[in-house]
């Protein structure tokens, strides 16, 4: 069996009047983050920490931002992709381990129902799939509430 680490790091604007999607689901909030899809910053440094494990470039160079087909795209499609991407190879996902910076709202109370969601659709166990979060105290653009950051790290096993 051969196994690889990736590592993912993403960040998105925040804007009053946008919707909020986190880890597969809407979080009430009056601000949203801003992208060319659906902006879901915690599934696109999933999507990145697979691809750069399975040595298959990036994000943005499958699912390009100025590609029209993935304009507002779920990013659940995208993630489900990648999936698809790395299984080509033989690629697959032991576990996901993550960190959502954030200064509001508090997400907390959100993440049993994130990682049953991305559980779902990487087909693992809630418990192979891990998210934390934290703010940054005040200080930076996550901090100002001007944006919103995630980490990733996943294993990946190919038999």
């Not at 601000?31 to 494990?53: F, N, P, Q």
């Not at 795209?73 to 960190?99: F, P, Q, R």
Request: glycine share 10%; hydrophobic share 40%.
């Amino acid at each position: 069996m051969k196994i690889r680490v990736g590592f993912g790091y993403d960040v998105h604007q925040l804007q009053e009047g946008k919707d909020f999607w986190l880890g597969g689901i809407q979080i009430p909030h009056f601000k949203g983050a801003v992208g060319h899809s659906d902006a879901d910053v915690l599934i696109h440094v999933i999507c990145d920490a697979l691809l750069g494990a399975a040595n298959k470039r990036d994000i943005g160079y499958h699912f390009a931002d100025t590609d029209q087909k993935f304009k507002g795209i779920d990013s659940k499609i995208l993630l489900k992709d990648t999936l698809e991407i790395i299984a080509a190879d033989g690629w697959y996902v032991e576990n996901v381990d993550s960190t959502i910076c954030l200064q509001k709202p508090k997400i907390n109370p959100y993440i049993p129902a994130m990682k049953a969601c991305l559980a779902r659709v990487m087909q693992l166990d809630e418990g192979d799939v891990s998210i934390k979060a934290t703010t940054t105290e005040q200080l930076g653009f996550v901090g100002r509430e001007e944006g919103v950051s995630a980490y990733a790290v996943v294993l990946i096993r190919k038999e």
